[in-house]
């Protein structure tokens, strides 16, 4: 598998007059935003069997224009998505099916590139979304302790359909390895890519609601999706200290 040497992190930026116009970041063609073809696997599948699956909108406000990311509920109060959807923003509306909830708190693990297009590979792409008011699931979907084998079967979720910022979120299977071989140790890669504004969005272990790495970015061809794993420990610590966490023990 080939992969450029600087892969792109971007979330979806849109025209709040157009919010489904098809472009990406100051009007480029959504091909050169993020630097592959759009060919998405995230397409036709509608995530039903994930009611923890969320979109976020971010930094929606007065100035005409705002950024979508993917994410999971995790606990009643915390969303998972990607570091570069959190880092340098400042207010995220999530949506988890008919509910909605607004936060202007969000941390993440090293994640500080200061809005930088591409993904830093010594850095882990994993950031937490908080929210006072809870959002109740019948259960929550755990997060993995340990790597997946090469070639594992996942499922990969995310909002946008056929280049367009929806509501909703999608999903379908692909297969992944570790990325440690291409320069990235902190991440599983993926020949199947998906499309800019799926970034955060969860990857699961296959027929599971296991979280084993959320949709980081794309770039020569190759999906790089940030391991969970890794930031075992942060997560469990961060999720205890906003309560209610109901995740693997």
């Not at 993020?34 to 699956?53: H, L, M, N, Q, R």
């Not at 969303?79 to 941390?107: F, I, P």
Request: hydrophobic fraction near 40%; aromatic fraction near 8%.
């Amino acid at each position: 598998m080939r992969t450029t040497a600087h892969l792109c992190s971007l979330s979806f930026t849109v025209l709040i007059a157009a919010c489904a116009s098809g472009e990406g970041r100051d009007g480029e063609p959504l091909e050169e935003a993020t630097g592959v073809s759009v060919d998405p696997i995230i397409g036709g599948t509608p995530a039903t069997a994930y009611p923890e699956a969320a979109v976020i909108d971010i930094d929606k406000g007065a100035s005409g224009t705002w950024n979508g990311c993917s994410g999971t509920l995790v606990a009643p109060r915390v969303v998972l998505t990607a570091g570069h959807c959190v880092d340098g923003h400042e207010k995220w509306d999530v949506y988890v099916h008919n509910q909605h909830r607004s936060s202007t708190r969000a941390v993440t693990y090293d994640w500080e590139e200061v809005g930088a297009r591409f993904i830093n590979p010594n850095h882990h792409d994993l950031g937490l979304v908080f929210f006072d008011q809870p959002i109740a699931l019948a259960a929550y979907p755990t997060l993995a302790l340990a790597p997946l084998p090469d070639n594992s079967r996942v499922s990969n979720i995310g909002r946008i359909k056929n280049g367009a910022l929806t509501s909703s979120s999608y999903q379908a299977s692909t297969t992944i390895r570790s990325a440690a071989p291409i320069g990235y140790p902190f991440d599983y890669v993926s020949a199947d890519v998906t499309e800019l504004g799926d970034s955060g969005g969860a990857v699961m272990a296959y027929d599971t609601h296991t979280i084993v790495a959320v949709s980081s970015g794309t770039g020569g061809g190759a999906q790089i999706l940030a391991r969970v794993d890794l930031l075992s420990a942060w997560l469990r610590a961060q999720l205890a200290a906003h309560s209610q966490w109901r995740g693997a023990q």
